[in-house]
């Protein structure tokens, strides 16, 4: 069987918690077998995830951290033939600290479902999204951790048999506070992202990129100097080393476009640059561009973009 | 207290990316080679304690020969001495392996790797490392205060952060944050000097891989860009919804 570990948040599954088990589907067809989930005892609605494909759902009461979970899911591997985990922060630790317990084959950062399964061939971004890796899991249980958006959710029914198990893990760290903001979108699994940099001329004027990122239910990011000269929070930086993501729709509002910060959006299918420089080297990665001032395009934008929703 | 710094020699983040022309290897002709960004800041990070504290800073990189430069860079920037493990780093299992092996000969009590590096992006040394020692870690670690045989740390998570406290040895994934872009540090002229007196030694790393890469490839060049004008941004409306079916 394919195991999938599924993240739930607060008790709720994560949209990459539902891509992990069409992952985990499309694997396990491939391979003529079953998929396994495993879930926190607390998820809410764990049966939801039969229309992605899971043939039998574990609950169990789950550790803290990914390498906690990952001690969990060690003592779990009869049976298993691979193991599916969604690239989220707690799956980037999650991961690698399961292959290193059992001696696994890990692809992180992956971007394929795999190409055949004798031995286990997929696709990983490499070189901050400037190269694409083949690579082969020889040796060892095969691990893929994939880049939330990059595979999609698809449905597909499941025998979906509930079941709960129990495996013992332990934190080797204690948490002592957690702060998340609330009704914000997270920016790796955002599928919209409204991006602005230098160009906005001060933190003062983000208020317009707030509110596009409303209208379109996106998350906002920003360009790595906008971060180092305070403007911004740095885990709003976007580029080669911040946050890479992967949405739909890229939208890139006065930012010119360094290798640096292309190299951490070049994997979104869709890519909008507004500048006032004809020249600003974001326009040959974009997919549209509109050479003009943000301080008339952007409300302008917001405008049409209302338009659109209250009309569709 | 000894704080081993593990590092990266990756291309130049301004680098343009070729591979070789059977697609097997990155080609590294005209690539300049650098420490890796992320593993700066874990190093400018272990200097912090030293100054605040005392420490005994160890660099470390699992490389051939042609990354000792990097490691005289950082020895340069202010660490104390350099280990090259001497292998080719084909895989993240294998070189955790390596580190740790060095890691359980010589006692440390902090272990800061960066959280990638960004060449293979694997995202997956710092926890094997852990994972292999029996120890703690926290990835995307954004800050991290040491207190006796104490540490808490304060790491990215999915919308927010969170803290940790855990008892040393540890390791830490670190990125910007552990430390400000504006405390990195340029090698001075004395650090440059007195780089190339600090030791710097070899031992024999761990050889074979669980996985294989069997081919790199660049991206697809994207089509030209369809520009819209300012004032018809109804028009950049309509091509995201009918042609690029964006929203």
């Given at each position: ?21 069409s ?8 391979a ?9 005892s ?19 009461d789950?550790?803290?951290?990914g ?6 899911l060690?003592?779990m ?15 980037k ?17 992956t971007?394929?479902t ?12 490499a ?5 694409i890796?083949t690579?082969?899991?020889?040796e ?18 499941g025998?979906?048999?509930i ?5 013992s893990?332990?934190?080797?760290v ?15 699994e ?10 906005l ?24 100097p ?7 929070p ?9 946050i ?14 360094a290798?640096?910060h ?11 640059a507004?500048?006032t420089?004809?020249?600003a ?11 003009g ?5 952007v409300p ?9 929703k209250?009309?569709? | ?8 020699h ?18 590294p002709a ?42 005289r ?15 080719t ?28 590096s ?5 995202q ?25 045989s ?8 999915d919308g927010g952060?969170a ?29 440059i000097?007195t780089?190339?007196?600090k ?49």
């Open positions: 069987m394919i195991l999938v570990f599924v993240e739930s948040w607060n008790n709720q599954f994560k949209k990459a918690s539902f891509e992990a088990v992952y985990a589907r499309k694997w396990a067809d491939m003529g077998c079953s998929v396994k989930a495993v879930v926190s607390g998820a809410s609605n764990p049966e939801s995830l039969a229309q992605y494909g899971a043939d039998s759902i574990a609950t169990l789950l550790a803290a951290t390498p906690g979970m990952a001690g969990q060690s003592t591997m009869d049976g298993v033939q691979g193991v599916v985990v969604a690239g989220t922060a707690v799956g630790t999650l991961a690698p600290t399961l292959a290193a317990l059992i001696d696994g084959a890990l692809s992180t950062n971007t394929s795999p190409s055949s399964v004798g031995p286990v061939v997929v696709e990983r971004g070189f901050s999204s400037k190269g890796e690579i082969a899991l020889s060892g249980m095969p691990i893929v951790s994939f880049v939330p958006n990059a595979i999609g959710i698809e449905e597909k029914a025998a979906g048999a079941e709960s198990g129990s495996a893990g332990t934190d080797k204690a948490v002592s506070e957690v702060s998340v903001a609330s009704g914000k979108v997270a920016l790796p955002a599928e919209v992202v409204v991006s602005a940099g230098r160009g001329k001060g933190p003062e004027n983000w208020g317009m990129i707030e509110e596009l990122a409303e209208v379109l239910g996106a998350a906002t990011a920003c360009s790595k906008v971060s180092d000269i305070g403007w911004r740095h885990s709003e930086h976007v580029g080669q080393t911040g890479q993501v992967n949405p739909n729709l890229y939208i890139a509002i006065g930012i010119s476009g290798i640096q292309l190299a951490g959006v070049s994997a979104s299918k869709t890519i909008v507004i500048n420089d004809p020249e080297p974001f326009f040959k990665a974009a997919d549209y561009g509109i050479v001032d943000a301080f008339d395009v302008r934008l917001i405008e049409e973009l209302r338009a659109f209250a009309a569709n | 207290m000894n704080i081993l710094v593990c590092i990266s990756v291309p130049d983040t301004t680098a343009k990316i070729n591979f070789t022309a059977d697609g097997s290897a990155l080609d005209g690539v300049q080679f650098v420490i890796n960004p992320y593993d700066e800041f874990g190093l400018t990070k272990a200097l912090h304690i030293k100054e605040a504290q005392g420490a005994t800073i160890t660099v470390l990189n699992v490389g051939g020969p042609e990354t000792e430069p990097t490691l860079k950082a020895l340069a920037i202010g660490a104390d001495q350099a280990v090259r493990i001497n292998a780093p084909t895989d993240a299992i294998t070189v955790a392996k390596s580190i740790k092996n060095h890691i359980q000969a010589n006692a440390y009590d902090l272990i800061i790797c960066g959280q990638e960004i060449d293979y992006n694997g997956q040394v710092p926890a094997m490392l852990a994972a292999l020692l029996d120890v703690p870690m926290v990835n995307a670690c954004v800050g991290l205060t040491i207190d006796g104490t540490a808490t740390a304060k790491a990215e998570i952060h803290t940790y406290t855990a008892n040393l040895p540890m390791v830490i994934g670190g990125k910007k944050g552990l430390v400000e872009e504006k405390d990195l540090r340029i090698p001075n002229m004395r650090g000097m780089a190339r007196t030791p710097l030694s070899v031992e024999e790393g761990l050889s074979g891989s669980n996985t294989a890469a069997k081919a790199f490839r660049k991206p697809a060049a994207k089509s030209a860009v369809k520009m819209v004008a300012p004032d018809q941004v109804n028009e950049l409306v309509r091509l995201l919804h009918e042609e690029s079916k964006s929203i």
